[in-house]
């Protein structure tokens, strides 16, 4: 069954940018919608953004100045970049599969483990 | 953006008790709804989308209702592994996914 994986650094300093990578096993990334979602300690759930398999991005208002996603659909990965982070961006960041169910809409069917990311110097 | 609201934000029950999440949109959304469970330390797991499909593999005493601005989250008998958090979410595919605050369902 299809798996998620993400990987990076467990910690970055302020005003860098955090890199994730999701790599997708057990299935093929093509014609899929691929999110990223966060969930600081002991908070809700933020959604960050998702990508198609054909590169087009959304991404939540509140972060889209600071995202940038991209996906290799060779290596069966998608990726996250969020510049300039502060404190406020230290949070679990899940990767997670877009499953759509046409005029019914949309879900998060399969999700990676999450990793933690720090932002302190 | 269109905000998710749910209630009660945490609510204790019982092995076998009958609860109820409810989860308020602040514009319709039709049934572009779907719920689902978190357990400490790990990812969120899909259980009702379209506002009440279940997802494959869940139980049958999940249930989710409701249409335009006003869901609920129903399970029917509540069981050991059922102590969780359960977020709602807006799944419109044209608008920004967003969820709600969470209900931590605590044993009583």
């Known amino acids: 069954q299809v798996q998620l994986q993400e990987s990076g650094p467990g910690l970055v300093k302020p005003s860098e940018t955090l890199s994730l990578t999701c790599t997708v096993s057990g299935g093929s990334i093509s014609s899929y919608y691929w999110s990223w979602i966060r969930q600081p300690a002991g908070k809700g759930l933020e959604w960050i953004g998702r990508i198609y398999t054909s590169g087009s991005t959304n991404y939540n208002p509140s972060l889209k100045s600071r995202v940038t996603m991209s996906v290799d659909t060779s290596k069966n990965q998608f990726s996250l970049k969020l510049s300039s982070v502060t404190a406020a961006d230290t949070a679990v960041y899940y990767c997670?599969?877009?499953?759509?169910?046409?005029?019914?809409?949309?879900?998060?069917?399969?999700w990676g483990q999450g990793t933690m990311v720090t932002v302190s110097s | 953006d269109i905000q998710m609201t749910q209630s009660p934000s945490s609510v204790s029950a019982s092995v076998g008790d009958r609860v109820t999440i409810t989860c308020r949109a602040s514009q319709g959304i039709s049934s572009w709804l779907a719920w689902y469970q978190q357990k400490p330390g790990k990812a969120p797991k899909l259980l009702i989308y379209?506002?009440?499909s279940l997802q494959s593999g869940v139980p049958s005493r999940f249930s989710g209702s409701g249409s335009g601005t006003d869901f609920t989250l129903t399970i029917s008998s509540l069981q050991p592994e059922d102590f969780a958090t359960y977020y709602c979410?807006?799944?419109?595919?044209?608008?920004?996914?967003?969820f709600g605050q969470g209900t931590k369902l605590e044993i009583k």
């Open positions: 379209a506002a009440s």
């Open positions: 997670a599969r877009v499953v759509r169910f046409g005029e019914l809409g949309d879900a998060f069917d399969i």
């Open positions: 979410q807006q799944a419109n595919s044209f608008l920004m996914y967003t």
